[in-house]
Protein backbone atom coordinates (compact mmCIF):
# COMPACT_ATOMS: atom_id res chain seq x y z
CA UNK A 1 0.00 0.00 0.00
CA UNK A 2 1.35 3.38 -0.75
CA UNK A 3 0.41 6.35 0.41
CA UNK A 4 0.65 9.87 -0.85
CA UNK A 5 -0.05 12.91 1.20
CA UNK A 6 -1.16 16.57 -0.93
CA UNK A 7 -1.39 19.10 1.72
CA UNK A 8 -5.00 18.80 0.98
CA UNK A 9 -6.07 15.14 1.14
CA UNK A 10 -4.02 12.17 1.67
CA UNK A 11 -4.30 9.58 -1.61
CA UNK A 12 -3.92 5.48 -0.92
CA UNK A 13 -2.93 3.74 -3.30
CA UNK A 14 -3.36 -0.29 -3.43
CA UNK A 15 -1.48 -2.54 -4.95
CA UNK A 16 -4.31 -4.31 -6.91
CA UNK A 17 -2.69 -4.79 -10.74
CA UNK A 18 -0.68 -8.04 -11.68
CA UNK A 19 2.55 -8.62 -13.41
CA UNK A 20 0.78 -9.95 -16.47
CA UNK A 21 -2.06 -7.53 -16.09
CA UNK A 22 0.74 -4.82 -16.45
CA UNK A 23 2.24 -6.29 -18.91
CA UNK A 24 -1.13 -6.39 -21.14
CA UNK A 25 -1.93 -2.62 -20.00
CA UNK A 26 1.36 -1.48 -21.18
CA UNK A 27 1.31 -3.13 -24.45
CA UNK A 28 -2.11 -1.76 -24.79
CA UNK A 29 -1.02 1.84 -24.30
CA UNK A 30 1.66 1.19 -26.83
CA UNK A 31 -0.67 -0.15 -29.36
CA UNK A 32 -3.60 2.96 -29.27
CA UNK A 33 -0.96 5.75 -28.46
CA UNK A 34 0.70 4.46 -32.22
CA UNK A 35 -2.81 5.59 -33.82
CA UNK A 36 -3.48 8.41 -35.62
CA UNK A 37 -0.57 10.93 -35.51
CA UNK A 38 -1.48 14.79 -36.29
CA UNK A 39 -5.27 14.60 -36.21
CA UNK A 40 -7.05 15.81 -33.27
CA UNK A 41 -8.56 12.46 -32.54
CA UNK A 42 -4.77 11.08 -32.75
CA UNK A 43 -3.87 13.69 -29.66
CA UNK A 44 -7.01 12.58 -27.77
CA UNK A 45 -6.29 8.78 -28.11
CA UNK A 46 -3.12 9.33 -27.47
CA UNK A 47 -4.05 11.26 -24.48
CA UNK A 48 -6.68 8.28 -23.15
CA UNK A 49 -3.39 5.92 -23.95
CA UNK A 50 -1.72 7.18 -20.97
CA UNK A 51 -4.45 5.93 -18.44
CA UNK A 52 -2.87 2.34 -18.87
CA UNK A 53 0.72 3.68 -18.78
CA UNK A 54 -0.55 5.27 -15.42
CA UNK A 55 -1.95 2.04 -13.87
CA UNK A 56 0.46 0.24 -15.20
CA UNK A 57 3.33 2.32 -13.12
CA UNK A 58 1.03 2.68 -10.36
CA UNK A 59 0.21 -0.70 -9.80
CA UNK A 60 -3.35 0.45 -8.98
CA UNK A 61 -6.21 0.35 -10.76
CA UNK A 62 -9.29 2.38 -9.82
CA UNK A 63 -11.51 0.66 -11.54
CA UNK A 64 -10.77 -2.24 -9.67
CA UNK A 65 -10.62 -0.64 -6.58
CA UNK A 66 -14.05 0.47 -6.76
CA UNK A 67 -15.20 -3.31 -7.16
CA UNK A 68 -12.96 -4.61 -4.55
CA UNK A 69 -11.36 -6.95 -7.41
CA UNK A 70 -7.14 -7.51 -7.92
CA UNK A 71 -5.30 -9.46 -10.66
CA UNK A 72 -2.57 -10.83 -8.41
CA UNK A 73 -1.59 -14.14 -8.48
CA UNK A 74 -1.52 -16.46 -6.01
CA UNK A 75 2.10 -15.35 -5.34
CA UNK A 76 1.64 -12.29 -5.86
CA UNK A 77 -1.16 -12.43 -3.01
CA UNK A 78 1.58 -13.95 -0.68
CA UNK A 79 4.32 -11.90 -1.22
CA UNK A 80 2.33 -8.40 -0.97
CA UNK A 81 -0.64 -9.29 1.15
CA UNK A 82 -3.93 -9.31 0.07
CA UNK A 83 -4.95 -6.23 -1.39
CA UNK A 84 -8.66 -5.52 0.37
CA UNK A 85 -7.99 -7.52 3.94
CA UNK A 86 -10.22 -5.86 6.55
CA UNK A 87 -7.11 -4.86 8.61
CA UNK A 88 -5.90 -2.54 5.69
CA UNK A 89 -9.64 -1.06 4.93
CA UNK A 90 -9.57 -0.27 8.55
CA UNK A 91 -6.28 1.50 8.53
CA UNK A 92 -7.86 3.43 5.88
CA UNK A 93 -10.29 5.67 8.02
Known sequence: MTVIETKREKIILIK???KIDRTLRFL????????KEGDIIGILVA?????????????SCFVFRWFKTHSLS?????IYGPPYSESKERDQE
Open 16 to 18: NVG
Open 28 to 35: LGLFVMNG
Open 47 to 59: TISLIPFYMTFTV
Open 74 to 78: KKECE
